[in-house]
């Protein structure tokens, strides 16, 4: 048997580790994938069903052979995860990531051989059984470099990408934060007061939760996410976040307004824009 072409090692096998194991396997069976994970259970799994060919619990025995490192913990574990990595990787090693923030990590992580990215892909289930081969499919990942991060270890973080399906590009961490608060963020901050003010609403009736309209999943499938995870981006991605969440209030004031006021025409107004919006940002390039 010959040398592996790479050898790549992912910290957290959950969803997004997991799914990329699984994308770098299908594309090339002779990457050399390396889990790392503080649960046992995870990479038993993760063995098992051959997303990983290596398991590790301690981070410093499993980056020792790696090319490259990829850090899929929630966000809060990134930079303290990362920094281990950086020393206890050969001097070659890239180390990157896939959280949802990127302008707190990339700052303190300002080293040569650190890349920030963040997959702009997901489902609302989480660890490694809910891993898939094709969540990365012509999705695109969002490429954010540090002002020390060296050309070639950009350009090995996407090639990693581009192995794995998806499309790069690359975004000022700071201008990521932004666009995340309004395409991610806030949909995910929406989705989870609206299920609790369904919850609330069902104490005058009490029949709702047997009824599941069709409209409720669609709005509120995501509110299913993972709770830690989705605590730690709103924490670390606070101020977009909020910023994000003024200008959704301002805009459901005004359609409360029209309602209140029997104002038909401004509705229709506000719908039709609304149809407009939505085709611009799902049909943009």
Same mark, same amino acid.
């Given at each position: 048997?010959?040398?592996?072409?790479?050898?790549?090692?992912?910290?957290?096998?959950?969803?997004?580790?997991?799914?990329?194991?699984?994308?770098? !396997?299908?594309?090339?069976?002779?990457?050399?994938?390396?889990?790392?994970?503080?649960?046992?259970?995870?990479?038993?799994?993760?063995?098992?069903?051959? %997303?990983?060919?290596?398991?590790?619990?301690?981070?410093?025995?499993?980056?020792?052979?790696?090319?490259?490192?990829?850090?899929?913990?929630?966000?809060?574990?990134?930079?303290?995860?990362?920094?281990?990595?950086?020393?206890?990787?050969?001097?070659?090693?890239?180390?990157?990531?896939?959280?949802?923030? !990127?302008?707190?990590?990339?700052?303190?992580?300002?080293?040569?051989?650190?890349?920030?990215?963040?997959?702009?892909?997901?489902?609302?289930?989480?660890?490694?059984?809910?891993?898939?081969?094709?969540?990365?499919?012509?999705?695109?990942?969002?490429?954010?470099?540090?002002?020390?991060?060296?050309?070639?270890?950009?350009?090995?973080?996407?090639?990693?990408?581009?192995?794995?399906?998806?499309?790069?590009?690359?975004?000022?961490?700071?201008?990521?934060?932004?666009?995340?608060?309004?395409?991610?963020?806030?949909?995910?901050?929406?989705?989870?007061?609206?299920?609790?003010?369904?919850?609330?609403?069902?104490?005058?009736?009490?029949?709702?939760?047997?009824?599941?309209?069709?409209?409720?999943?669609?709005?509120?499938?995501?509110?299913?996410?993972?709770?830690?995870?989705?605590?730690?981006? %709103?924490?670390?991605?606070?101020?977009?976040?909020?910023?994000?969440?003024?200008?959704?209030?301002?805009?459901?004031?005004?359609?409360?307004?029209?309602?209140?006021?029997?104002?038909?025409?401004?509705?229709?107004?506000?719908?039709?824009?609304?149809?407009?919006?939505?085709?611009?940002?799902?049909?943009?390039?």
């Amino acid at each position: 048997m010959g040398t592996p072409k790479q050898t790549v090692a992912i910290v957290g096998i959950g969803l997004i580790g997991g799914s990329l194991a699984r994308a770098l !396997k299908r594309r090339d069976a002779t990457t050399h994938i390396v889990g790392v994970d503080s649960s046992a259970e995870h990479l038993a799994l993760a063995t098992e069903r051959g %997303f990983i060919d290596e398991a590790h619990a301690e981070i410093r025995d499993g980056v020792a052979s790696a090319d490259v490192v990829v850090v899929a913990t929630p966000p809060r574990c990134v930079v303290d995860i990362a920094r281990e990595a950086l020393g206890a990787a050969r001097p070659s090693a890239v180390v990157t990531d896939v959280a949802s923030t !990127k302008r707190a990590i990339v700052e303190a992580l300002d080293d040569p051989r650190f890349v920030g990215a963040h997959p702009i892909a997901g489902t609302e289930k989480s660890g490694p059984t809910a891993a898939l081969a094709d969540l990365f499919d012509a999705r695109v990942v969002i490429i954010t470099p540090g002002p020390k991060t060296s050309r070639e270890s950009v350009a090995s973080v996407e090639r990693l990408w581009k192995h794995a399906g998806a499309r790069s590009v690359r975004m000022d961490a700071a201008h990521h934060d932004r666009v995340v608060a309004a395409i991610s963020h806030l949909p995910h901050a929406i989705a989870y007061a609206l299920t609790l003010a369904v919850g609330s609403l069902s104490d005058s009736a009490p029949n709702l939760f047997g009824l599941g309209a069709g409209g409720f999943q669609d709005t509120t499938r995501i509110a299913s996410s993972n709770p830690e995870m989705w605590r730690d981006i %709103f924490l670390e991605n606070r101020d977009e976040t909020l910023r994000a969440l003024d200008v959704f209030l301002a805009s459901l004031a005004n359609l409360r307004a029209a309602i209140e006021t029997r104002d038909a025409v401004a509705m229709e107004r506000l719908f039709e824009r609304t149809r407009t919006i939505r085709r611009r940002v799902l049909d943009a390039p």
